[in-house]
């Protein structure tokens, strides 16, 4: 019986296979305990008809060796392809996407040579959920999926992360002075774990001058941690400003299964040319080792890396005039880390792994409390036309609909409030909301609900969404229109 770790490896698309290869050879020669299940994945699979990029019996792979080595792929332009990463990610769980951004300056050029970070971002919600309607002629609607669970998943994992790697501070980002209820949520989640991590200083930025820092002065951030959108945005701004897309690996990491990969795509416009920076899914191979308990290769293989960039041998995409020594190609390249296993970076510092502490971290949700869950209203949304600047017009019609006391409280037009005293400047669109309560907020039924629909259709309007408005333990559930 072989004593070899089994991951599941896929060559990909572009320069996918070039990469893969130096990747592999460069992990065989320092001696790496691995066996490979090869699956086929992206482009060819899409045009075969299967239109998420890869087999079934390739997430049977998965299953078993829990472990997936990923090259980028190509996804075929036209629609009905699904996201390969987006499937994978959500299939199996990997809610947790690790980005470490460090500088190697001055070896790859950078304004920040001090960076040293790393950005977990929730990987399966938010806009993600990928749940968009068209609603109206002039309206689509995309929906934010914000849960308790998975934000506490994702803040308990950051700071587990950074108490086992030794990080000294984690902060979240959100927006959650305009998204009070989702990212508001998220914020909430982060100050009350924070409490369970003393010894781990921590503190919270609005994401727009959160995004501005990253982009200034990134070496002020250890541990950023923030959900799924965000995180896709900062993390391409931090690694590009400490000096290349192209150098970066990440993790994809769930409670059973994990993905690595480069950050970058399948650049095809290179593909063939042996040309191409292995470096990124390298350092995503290092960050598995890692995973599956093998700290001491992926400190060989991370420091014979760094090693090769000091020593001046860089692919064309990192090469300065005047301090690198030579313009490798890919099998160049990985040849160069492979000639270098064993040493250490002598001007920059060495990576150290912890060698007693190689388990995967298991991270553990808090019982929820139920609360009380009533409905007090309903928001109806409304496609109307007729006169978009006569906010007088649908506001009257629709006082007469009253079921058992369920009435007209205000109408808003893309979340701004426009009757009962709207302003005539407000531009609006044929998309309405309007919210229905009772006058003294009482509990209502959704035969209620029911009967106050057919009465506005009675009325000669299109309703084409509801959203009811609870209260949980007393406490609203819902947003404010603005001017409300």
């Known amino acids: 019986m072989s004593s070899k770790r089994k991951i599941t490896v896929a060559y990909g698309d572009g320069i996918g296979p070039e990469i893969m290869k130096a990747t592999l050879n460069i992990l065989e020669a320092a001696g790496a305990q691995l066996e490979y299940d090869v699956i086929e994945i992206g482009e060819q699979v899409y045009l075969k008809g299967i239109s998420s990029g890869m087999e079934p019996k390739s997430f049977d792979s998965l299953r078993e060796t829990k472990v997936f080595l990923k090259s980028p792929i190509t996804t075929p332009q036209g629609g009905g392809f699904k996201s390969l990463n987006v499937t994978t990610r959500k299939s199996f769980g990997l809610f947790a996407n690790v980005r470490p951004c460090r500088a190697f300056s001055p070896f790859v050029r950078t304004h920040f040579p001090k960076t040293d970070l790393v950005i977990i971002r929730e990987n399966e919600e938010d806009l993600y959920a990928g749940i968009e309607h068209r609603q109206t002629q002039e309206v689509y609607q995309t929906l934010k999926l914000i849960s308790e669970p998975g934000s506490e998943k994702i803040i308990r994992y950051a700071f587990e992360y950074a108490k086992k790697n030794g990080r000294k501070k984690v902060t979240c980002m959100t927006k959650d002075n305009i998204m009070?209820?989702?990212?508001?949520?998220?914020?909430?989640?982060?100050?009350?774990?924070?409490?369970?991590?003393?010894?781990?200083?921590?503190?919270?930025?609005i994401i727009?001058?959160?995004?501005?820092?990253?982009?200034?002065?990134?070496?002020?951030?250890?541990?950023?941690?923030?959900?799924?959108?965000?995180?896709?945005?900062?993390?391409?701004?931090?690694?590009?400003?400490?000096?290349?897309?192209?150098?970066?690996?990440?993790?994809?990491?769930?409670?059973?299964?994990?993905?690595?990969e480069a950050i970058h795509g399948s650049a095809p416009d290179i593909s063939g040319m042996g040309i191409a920076n292995p470096s990124g899914l390298l350092n995503g191979a290092i960050m598995m080792l890692v995973h599956i308990g093998m700290p001491e290769m992926a400190e060989k293989i991370a420091n014979a890396w760094m090693r090769t960039l000091e020593d001046g041998i860089h692919t064309g995409d990192i090469y300065q005039e005047g301090l690198s020594t030579k313009k490798a190609g890919t099998q160049e390249f990985a040849q160069a880390v492979i000639e270098r296993l064993g040493q250490k970076p002598i001007k920059m510092i060495p990576v150290e792994y912890d060698k007693e502490d190689t388990e995967p971290m298991v991270i553990k949700l808090k019982p929820q409390i139920k609360q009380k869950k009533e409905l007090i209203g309903v928001d109806v949304f409304i496609d109307w036309d007729e006169d978009k600047r006569d906010f007088n017009v649908i506001g009257e019609r629709l006082r007469k609909a009253n079921a058992n006391g369920l009435q007209l409280q205000l109408i808003t037009n893309r979340g701004v409030k426009v009757f009962p005293e709207g302003m005539r400047e407000t531009f609006c669109t044929d998309h309405w909301r309007c919210r229905f309560k009772t006058a003294d907020q009482g509990v209502i039924t959704h035969d209620t609900v029911l009967e106050l629909l057919k009465q506005i259709q009675g009325l000669g309007f299109d309703f084409i969404k509801t959203e009811h408005l609870y209260t949980f333990d007393g406490v609203r559930g819902y947003s404010l229109a603005q001017g409300e």
């Open 180 to 205: 009070k209820l989702g990212d508001g949520l998220f914020h909430k989640k982060f100050d009350e774990i924070a409490k369970e991590y003393p010894e781990i200083k921590n503190d919270h930025k």
């Open 208 to 260: 727009d001058i959160g995004t501005a820092l990253v982009a200034d002065s990134p070496e002020i951030f250890d541990v950023i941690v923030t959900l799924n959108l965000y995180g896709d945005i900062i993390s391409d701004v931090a690694a590009q400003v400490t000096g290349s897309v192209g150098l970066g690996g990440s993790a994809n990491v769930g409670e059973e299964v994990a993905m690595f």
